[in-house]
């Protein structure tokens, strides 16, 4: 079984450009979250949608990111515009609630944003 | 206060010993709880989600104490390959977010 995959997997940019980040999902998951882990600190939330609708945004730094997951399967992560504080690598994860295994989350390879 | 804390390390041991970590949340409304393992540059994986009974996979035990609300992880017979920084994860809701600790950071000398 394919695990969650993201594009690109690096990118570099300059201040005041935009960038959009690619996550698809293992298949059939609903649920599907991203986070960033900035140099440093721990890894945080930023949103959760349940198929194509957002869950939980509570964790958007500001309105210069914009998800979406039209259709319910992959999702995009729109950057615009990027800020130096906006480096770091974003994960995205998807989950299947399971009645016994809870809702354990796997995590796609990150896309390492690095903004100059 | 951070909602979710461990102790960086880093933790160096030769192979074969056993070591623990633990990890304290500060929200008694937690419900469920993760260890993650995550390798340089690399996205985290799911080690083992703990359960109130406690749970064993190979090497691998992890706790819960909800009292005190700490999880614990321990690892017996090291070995190089355990060589990584774990995370501690926890979930307030069924569905929700995972809330990450730091991570505590392992070495396995020979």
């Known amino acids: 079984e394919a695990g969650v995959t993201q594009f690109p997997s690096h990118s570099v940019i300059e201040k005041g450009q935009t960038v959009t980040l690619r996550c698809d999902p293992i298949?059939?998951?609903?649920?599907l979250y991203w986070y960033r882990r900035v140099m440093g600190k721990e890894i945080k939330f930023l949103l959760h949608?349940?198929?194509?609708?957002?869950?939980?945004e509570s964790g958007m730094p500001n309105n210069r990111f914009l998800a979406e997951r039209t259709g319910g399967t992959y999702s995009t992560l729109k950057v615009q515009p990027a800020e130096l504080e906006d480096s770091g690598v974003y994960f995205c994860?998807?989950?299947?609630?399971?009645?016994?295994?809870?809702?354990?989350?796997?995590f796609g390879p990150g896309t390492r944003l690095t903004v100059l | 206060r951070k909602e979710v804390e461990q102790d960086p390390g880093p933790f160096n041991v030769p192979e074969g010993a056993t070591v623990a970590f633990n990890c304290t949340y500060s929200?008694?409304?937690?419900?469920?709880f993760f260890w993650y393992r995550q390798d340089c540059r690399k996205e985290p994986k799911l080690l083992m989600s703990?359960?109130?009974s406690g749970n064993e996979d190979g090497r691998f035990t992890a706790q819960l104490n909800r009292a005190s609300q700490y999880i614990s992880l321990l690892i017996r017979d090291s070995k190089l390959s355990d060589s990584a920084t774990y995370l501690c994860?926890?979930?307030?809701?069924?569905?929700?977010?995972?809330?990450f600790g730091k991570g505590t950071k392992l070495s396995v000398k020979p």
């Open positions: 298949s059939g998951h609903d649920n």
């Open positions: 703990v359960y109130s």
């Open positions: 994860a998807s989950s299947q609630p399971d009645r016994d295994a809870g809702n354990e989350q796997f």
């Open positions: 949608f349940v198929k194509e609708s957002k869950q939980d």
């Open positions: 994860a926890v979930n307030r809701g069924s569905q929700g977010n995972l809330i």
């Open positions: 929200n008694s409304a937690s419900q469920s």
